[in-house]
């Protein structure tokens, strides 16, 4: 059986989605962009957490490194913060050395719309309506996101963008999760469903793919990671793996492909090597300048994909 809690992290209301018979949940902040707080999946009656989580509100409302935040309506940087769409040119604010960087939801609240729990899942939609507030975007959408966890299945994000503006609007999409198990990464094996790895310098695209696929396990060492990843983008969807030898846990990281999905991935170990960040991406980083994966969308026309973790 499922049920659906609420807590609090501070001033912030948290629900969490909980599996009653295997002990796995998933907590999450509507009140900052929809944020997941933890996840905490289950292997031979053992749970595990799997994801980097906030210990107080201020580290919540400070979130340094972005962690599991909703990359809406585009997902990591864009050059100097601008670009031209139809015409026109924008300023966006500049919020990541001299980048624009991770969309525009962060930190703004989202409204809980709809709750369910039965005996085979808990799931949670949260809603967002963007009025065009910024002038580096002013273009008016609808985000939906469910949250569900599911028995054998883990946790499932599906996103839903739509146009609500009277012409064309460019978006995209992202999620930042810091996943970890036990101690620093450096021990963990990472395979990646990677075909090429986007060549860049001071972290924007220059075009060039380079050929680099990780179609086996290798241990993460000490390696620097701060890279992006073209996948394959056959209908379906791709798997990242991150494997801990000594739990014998492996997370299985995936996402939707195909037209229009998540044909991107990105990732990141920060300093203290404690976590890595795993990303889906519907588009390349500085789409908008760059085109590649950007999703316009016509009026009254929606982006929708999902992602998700288990563990085996």
């Not at 992290?9 to 989605?17: T, V």
């Not at 054998?152 to 198990?181: A, Q």
């Not at 990242?240 to 997370?251: F, G, H, N, Q, R």
């Not at 492909?257 to 991406?281: D, F, H, L």
């Amino acid at each position: 059986m499922f049920s659906i809690q609420t807590g609090k992290l501070g001033k912030f209301i948290k629900y969490k989605l909980v599996n009653e018979t295997t002990g796995e949940y998933v907590s999450v902040i509507p009140e900052f962009g929809g944020n997941v707080d933890e996840i905490v999946l289950g292997k031979k009656g053992v749970t595990y957490p799997v994801l980097e989580v906030f210990d107080n509100d201020d580290m919540v409302k400070g979130n340094p490194k972005y962690k599991s935040t909703q990359l809406i309506p585009f997902a990591n940087r864009i050059a100097d913060g601008k670009y031209s769409f139809n015409g026109k040119s924008y300023q966006l604010p500049i919020n990541l050395g001299k980048n624009a960087c991770h969309g525009l939801l962060l930190a703004n609240p989202m409204k809980v719309t709809e709750k369910k729990a039965d005996k085979n899942h808990a799931s949670i939609k949260l809603e967002y309506k963007y009025k065009g507030e910024v002038p580096g975007y002013p273009f008016k959408y609808k985000a939906v996101i469910t949250y569900s966890l599911l028995e054998k299945v883990g946790f499932v994000c599906e996103t839903v963008i739509t146009n609500e503006d009277s012409s064309p609007i460019p978006v995209g999409h992202g999620w930042h999760p810091y996943y970890r198990t036990k101690g620093k990464v450096d021990r963990l094996k990472l395979k990646l469903p990677s075909i090429y790895r986007v060549e860049v310098v001071e972290l924007i695209p220059t075009g060039k793919l380079i050929p680099e696929t990780y179609s086996e396990a290798v241990t993460i060492g000490s390696q620097e990671c701060d890279a992006g990843f073209v996948v394959p983008d056959k209908e379906g969807a791709v798997s990242a793996e991150l494997y801990d030898p000594e739990l014998d846990i492996k997370l299985n990281i995936w996402q939707e492909t195909g037209k229009g999905k998540y044909n991107y991935m990105q990732t990141y170990i920060p300093e203290n090597r404690n976590s890595i960040a795993i990303e889906p991406m519907s588009s390349m980083t500085d789409a908008v300048n760059n085109k590649n994966g950007l999703i316009v969308l016509e009026p009254g026309q929606s982006f929708k994909a999902k992602f998700g973790v288990s563990l085996e």
